[in-house]
């Protein structure tokens, strides 16, 4: 048998070791809202293919590649106990066992890592909370197709309504047309799934849920009650009203919470999921997740900031560009951003740098920030450039960086790559906020540069969806325990 042969062995064992892990996790998922993370990443509706790549990944976090034969006995530990609604990490349980020395069977160290969410500990199934969408842009399809991957386990959030402009001067092929750019997206591909349109009952039904479109042009003309719809969370992803009393139009008769998808004014809580969301007050009802670039840079400046200090930093968005922007020069409201988007380099504002005090307020460093859009649809990268209280090395800072995007409370917001001809295009579909690029690092005693990649789009999608489960009650515990 030559060399190749014993790859190719290799690889044909671990794609069949592979098959076998798709329906335990389905059904863990589907019967008990358990969700199998590797390494923060979900494993859910995930192909052969998809699980090996996740496992290969591991490399470039913890050193080393993951093996399913390390993890399957893991998972098959998890179906045998008597779980409830849980996150689970089987990355993280089959290197934990790895390093204990106490001699546990993979049963033995399961079912103690995960205590927590088995037997009397374990917490009941939330109710399905309804969600419904006000806008259906980029984000407002993005965030739709996360619920609706979510929805296996009946549940957790149920996307029950989209609202969109339209009222009774819509075209004839209007639902089709919309249904048709949730099935299909330049950027971020096919819909994972089935889209039909029952244009009778104005519905789009996608993987089994009943969406219905509701057109206005105003708040105040929709009563939600009346298609079903009670307690809800309104997510809000036009950016028209961003204070308190414009988002309060949408406090109508079956809405309880309304979540805007830009930076909030005045007093509404900007919110950075991983980072203040446990600050939200239960009554608070509306709240604001931020922009996508403070999603970026705030996890890893509050991780600088906890092990090293910061005294004062600059952030450098390299930003793609968006719809605000013409795709050829004509009148725009705004300096410059009339000037053609696909053929320019674009200097503006960003507000992230200031929205950074209310994510972070025990903060005290200043930090300023400018903003580039550039040439291409989506995936951007902000340059943080700090002054850091203690002098280190780049060294240190990676490990420590490495650490937390492993195992700390900011692994779902932190990721990191060592990949040394990473490029944007590599990062679209990262359900992380940011991607700290190791190899760009930069560190000379007190000063520090961080080059952190992010998904504008689907990155800030994730982290919408976080601090709406979160709010909504379902969001679940992750286990095993973070160790930072």
Same mark, same amino acid.
């Given at each position: 048998?030559?060399?190749n042969?014993d790859?190719?062995?290799?690889?044909?064992?671990?794609?069949?070791?592979a098959e076998?892990m798709?329906?335990m996790?389905?059904?863990?998922?589907?019967e008990r809202d358990?969700?199998?993370?590797l390494?923060?990443?979900s494993l859910v509706?995930?192909?052969?293919v998809?699980?090996l790549?996740?496992?290969?990944f591991a490399r470039?976090?913890?050193?080393?590649?993951?093996?399913?034969?390390?993890?399957l006995?893991?998972?098959?530990?998890?179906?045998?106990?008597?779980?409830?609604?849980?996150q689970?990490d089987i990355g993280?349980?089959?290197?934990?066992?790895?390093a204990?020395?106490?001699?546990?069977s993979?049963?033995?160290?399961?079912?103690?890592?995960?205590?927590?969410?088995?037997?009397a500990?374990?917490?009941?199934?939330?109710e399905?909370?309804d969600?419904v969408?006000?806008?259906?842009?980029?984000?407002?399809?993005l965030?739709a197709r996360?619920?609706?991957?979510?929805?296996?386990?009946?549940?957790?959030?149920?996307l029950?309504?989209i609202v969109?402009?339209?009222?009774g001067t819509?075209?004839?092929?209007?639902?089709?047309?919309?249904?048709?750019?949730?099935?299909?997206?330049?950027?971020h591909?096919?819909?994972?799934?089935t889209?039909?349109?029952?244009?009778?009952?104005?519905?789009?039904i996608?993987?089994?849920?009943?969406? %219905?479109?509701?057109y206005? &042009?105003?708040?105040?003309?929709?009563?939600?009650?009346?298609y #079903? =719809? !009670?307690?809800?969370? $309104?997510i809000?992803n %036009?950016g028209?009203?961003? &204070?308190?009393?414009g988002?309060s139009?949408?406090?109508?008769? #079956? =809405? !309880?919470?309304v979540? $805007?998808?830009?930076?909030?004014?005045?007093?509404?809580?900007?919110?950075?999921?991983?980072?203040?969301h446990?600050?939200?007050?239960?009554d608070?009802?509306?709240?604001?997740?931020?922009?996508?670039?403070?999603?970026?840079?705030v996890?890893?400046?509050?991780a600088?900031?906890?092990e090293y200090?910061?005294?004062?930093?600059?952030?450098?968005?390299?930003?793609?560009?968006?719809?605000?922007?013409?795709l050829?020069d004509?009148?725009h409201?705004?300096?410059?951003?009339?000037?053609s988007?696909?053929?320019n380099m674009?200097i503006?504002?960003?507000?992230?740098?200031?929205?950074?005090?209310k994510?972070?307020?025990?903060?005290?460093a200043p930090?300023?920030?400018?903003s580039?859009?550039?040439?291409?649809?989506?995936?951007?990268?902000?340059?943080?450039?700090?002054?850091?209280?203690?002098e280190t090395?780049?060294e240190?800072?990676l490990?420590?960086l490495r650490g937390v995007?492993?195992?700390?409370?900011?692994?779902?917001?932190i990721?990191?790559?060592?990949?040394?001809?990473a490029v944007s295009?590599?990062f679209?579909?990262?359900?992380h906020a940011?991607?700290?690029?190791?190899?760009?690092t930069k560190?000379?005693g007190?000063?520090?540069?961080?080059?952190l990649?992010?998904?504008?789009?689907f990155?800030?999608?994730?982290?919408?969806?976080r601090v709406?489960?979160?709010v909504?009650?379902v969001?679940?515990?992750?286990?095993?325990?973070?160790?930072?």
């Amino acid at each position: 048998m030559t060399l190749n042969d014993d790859s190719f062995t290799d690889w044909k064992n671990r794609e069949e070791i592979a098959e076998s892990m798709i329906p335990m996790i389905g059904k863990l998922h589907r019967e008990r809202d358990v969700t199998v993370l590797l390494h923060s990443r979900s494993l859910v509706n995930k192909s052969v293919v998809s699980i090996l790549k996740t496992h290969r990944f591991a490399r470039q976090i913890a050193g080393e590649e993951l093996s399913v034969t390390e993890t399957l006995p893991f998972l098959e530990a998890l179906t045998t106990l008597d779980l409830g609604p849980a996150q689970i990490d089987i990355g993280i349980l089959a290197e934990s066992h790895r390093a204990d020395d106490r001699g546990l069977s993979v049963l033995d160290f399961t079912a103690e890592a995960v205590a927590g969410a088995t037997g009397a500990n374990k917490i009941d199934r939330r109710e399905p909370r309804d969600v419904v969408l006000y806008g259906f842009g980029r984000i407002g399809r993005l965030v739709a197709r996360l619920l609706i991957e979510k929805s296996g386990s009946g549940n957790g959030l149920r996307l029950r309504a989209i609202v969109v402009r339209g009222g009774g001067t819509r075209a004839a092929d209007d639902l089709v047309k919309r249904a048709s750019l949730l099935r299909r997206d330049s950027v971020h591909g096919q819909f994972q799934g089935t889209i039909t349109v029952d244009e009778a009952t104005s519905r789009i039904i996608a993987n089994g849920n009943e969406i %219905t479109v509701i057109y206005a &042009d105003d708040p105040s003309e929709v009563d939600y009650t009346a298609y #079903g =719809i !009670d307690n809800a969370i $309104l997510i809000d992803n %036009t950016g028209k009203w961003r &204070d308190r009393e414009g988002l309060s139009q949408h406090l109508r008769p #079956g =809405i !309880d919470k309304v979540v $805007l998808t830009a930076p909030g004014k005045g007093d509404v809580p900007n919110i950075v999921h991983g980072v203040n969301h446990d600050t939200i007050k239960p009554d608070e009802q509306i709240l604001s997740c931020a922009s996508c670039t403070t999603n970026a840079i705030v996890p890893p400046l509050k991780a600088m900031n906890d092990e090293y200090g910061v005294e004062r930093g600059h952030v450098e968005t390299v930003h793609s560009f968006t719809n605000d922007q013409n795709l050829l020069d004509n009148y725009h409201k705004a300096d410059r951003r009339g000037r053609s988007a696909p053929l320019n380099m674009v200097i503006t504002e960003t507000g992230a740098a200031s929205a950074v005090a209310k994510a972070l307020p025990d903060l005290k460093a200043p930090i300023t920030g400018s903003s580039i859009r550039v040439p291409v649809p989506d995936v951007s990268i902000a340059i943080l450039s700090l002054r850091l209280g203690r002098e280190t090395d780049r060294e240190e800072v990676l490990e420590y960086l490495r650490g937390v995007s492993l195992t700390s409370p900011l692994r779902r917001q932190i990721d990191f790559t060592t990949a040394p001809d990473a490029v944007s295009m590599d990062f679209i579909g990262s359900r992380h906020a940011s991607i700290i690029d190791a190899g760009a690092t930069k560190v000379d005693g007190d000063n520090a540069i961080l080059y952190l990649w992010y998904d504008n789009e689907f990155g800030y999608s994730c982290q919408v969806v976080r601090v709406v489960q979160h709010v909504s009650g379902v969001e679940y515990p992750t286990y095993p325990a973070t160790s930072l």
